[in-house]
């Protein structure tokens, strides 16, 4: 699986961004995609994730501000960030996940400055 991701910048504070990230390859039909953040000095943790399902998981900072989405025909996912804090500002990093096998896309950096 390919992993192509989209959708970062430079955003003021209370601004919006949208990520993107498209699967191609042999899919498994089982599989969870999400999105992962990794800021200077800090470890990498998870922003949000969603399941083929539907069954999503949040980082409590961000539930609420954040929307995880996917259109399973295209094996995409989508993460709508509003209402932006500097603190979010990191390089984001799409993961999908099946067969008990991570892969990760390249990163894309959102930045929150004004």
């Not at 998981?57 to 804090?85: D, P």
Request: with cysteine; glycine share 12%.
């Amino acid at each position: 699986v390919q992993l192509q991701a989209s959708g970062g910048g430079l955003v003021q504070p209370g601004g919006s961004l949208r990520l993107s990230c498209s699967a191609s390859g042999d899919i498994p039909r089982a599989n969870i995609m999400g999105w992962y953040r990794q800021a200077p000095g800090k470890q990498r943790e998870l922003v949000a994730t969603i399941s083929r399902t539907g069954i999503l998981n949040y980082l409590e900072s961000v539930r609420g501000r954040f929307t995880i989405s996917r259109l399973n025909a295209e094996a995409t996912v989508y993460l709508q960030m509003n209402s932006l804090k500097p603190e979010d500002t990191a390089a984001y990093y799409c993961k999908f996940t099946a067969r008990g096998i991570d892969q990760w896309g390249q990163g894309t950096q959102v930045t929150v400055s004004s």
